[in-house]
């Protein structure tokens, strides 16, 4: 009797594991931000009002958007055209840019991999960033409200300072040419959406 039980804690930890192994795949696909909201927190973790900066995307315009793709290889990337501004050519001595282009007609792209632990709801993503220069960064996001269809994350990105974004999924069709109604937010240093 003690084999048989034995041997059935065995199937069904095997079971979870591997179920756990294929997490990931409600990623898979094209995800694009519709709203990006920075803020700082409190003492007990809520959010303080009067630092709120919410910036709105139209997340099927590939050209002043916010995409992720997230491939079954778990490797993606990033694709930001809702960039204000790019500083090129730093120079070491002076540690300045010397060149700054405002409101660029650009689209960044940025590689990841990634992982993710249903347990802990976190998303892992290492991303690989070449501008301005070759680095890389391991961002941990918390998960919420995630669906088919869209989901949401947290990432505090340093001490009392937060970023949550709300994603939704995007047809694999291509996507459709709208006007430029600019929709820039300002580069916020250790958050996900803004460490350029």
Known sequence: MRKISLWVVALVALLFTSCGKEDFKSFVGTWGVEKLEYYNIDYAGNPIAASLESYSYDPEDANNSIQLVFREDKTGEMRDGAIDTLWLDYNEETETYETVIYNPDTILVYTFTYSYDKTESAL???????YPYVYSRTFM????????????????YDVDYMEKAYLKRISNTPLRETGRQMTKHPRKPGSLMGDR
Not at 124 to 130: A, E, F, L, S, W
Not at 141 to 156: G, I, M, Q, R, W
């Open 124 to 130: 892992y993503m290492n991303m690989k960033y070449t």
């Open 141 to 156: 996001v918390k998960v919420s409200d995630l669906s088919d269809n869209a989901f949401t994350y947290e990432n505090e």
